[in-house]
Nanobody, 114 residues
Framework: VQLQASGGGLVQPGESLRLSCAAS????????MAWYRQAPGNQRELVAL???????NYADSAKGRFTISRDNAKNSVFLQMNSLKPEDTAVYYC?????????WGQGTLVTVSS
């Protein structure tokens, strides 16, 4: 199984960005997809997750600003990020958990700066 993330870039504070991640390979219909992020000098942290049934969970820092969604038919997950702040600057990783295994994508850099 492989994950390919895209959509990162440089934006100004207050702007929006949409991240996408597509999974390929043999994927269980029961799985959880998620976005994590890691800022320089910090540990990787969960941003948001979504189950194959559509249940979601968000980090407090993401609530009200970020929305996670998925397309089960395309094994894809998305992260709509609005009202971005400089502290959102990080490498964002998508993740797929299934059958007790967590698989990571390669990461996409999001920089929020004026």
């Amino acid at each position: 199984v492989q994950l390919q993330a895209s959509g990162g870039g440089l934006v100004q504070p207050g702007e929006s960005l949409r991240l996408s991640c597509a999974a390929s390979g043999s994927i269980s219909s029961v799985n959880t997809m998620a976005w994590y992020r890691q800022a320089p000098g910090n540990q990787r942290e969960l941003v948001a997750l979504i189950t194959s049934g559509g249940g979601t969970n968000y980090a407090d820092s993401a609530k009200g600003r970020f929305t996670i969604s998925r397309d089960n038919a395309k094994n894809s997950v998305f992260l709509q990020m609005n009202s971005l702040k400089p502290e959102d600057t990080a490498v964002y990783y998508c993740s797929l958990r299934m059958r007790g295994t967590q698989i990571w994508g390669q990461g996409t850099l999001v920089t929020v700066s004026s």
